[in-house]
């Protein structure tokens, strides 16, 4: 959950038109969860698709600077982000160069009433280590 404080009175439309005004002071809240499964931003958003942030595609990108605001976003926005994709690239490149994966659990449903959203059960891979070539 992302929480702000309102810097001075504002409006906002949904997309039905319905208008809500936010006065000065007022804490707004939004769910990054929440967000990034918004079907008029995302195509298809319950499916596992990385390819949706891809040139091209940006489907982040759709609906403005903030359709995706899994760090939070604007003056506020998490400084670990660029960090936190290093090390998820760094993290994936060796475990995916250096072993074999298969899902051996159904694909697990999501626990949405976690604080940090994440699955209901336990997910169960069996990994291999990979022959590798010194050629």
């Not at 918004?38 to 990108?61: C, I, M, N, T």
């Not at 690239?89 to 697990?108: C, G």
């Amino acid at each position: 959950m992302l929480l702000r404080s309102s810097n001075s009175d504002f409006s906002v439309t949904t997309r039905d038109g319905k208008e809500y005004d936010i006065p000065k002071g007022h804490i707004v809240a939004t769910s990054p969860a929440f967000a990034n499964r918004l079907p008029h931003v995302f195509k298809d958003p319950e499916r596992y698709d990385p390819d949706r942030f891809a040139a091209g595609r940006e489907e982040d990108k759709a609906a403005g600077a903030f359709s995706y605001i899994s760090f939070g976003g604007g003056r506020h926005g998490c400084l670990g982000e660029p960090f936190a994709y290093l090390q998820i690239k760094a993290i994936w490149s060796h475990l995916l160069r250096n072993f074999e994966f298969e899902l051996v659990s159904p694909f697990p449903e999501t626990d949405w009433n976690a604080m940090v959203v994440g699955v209901k059960d336990k997910v169960m891979v069996r990994y291999k280590r990979r022959e590798l070539s010194v050629d």
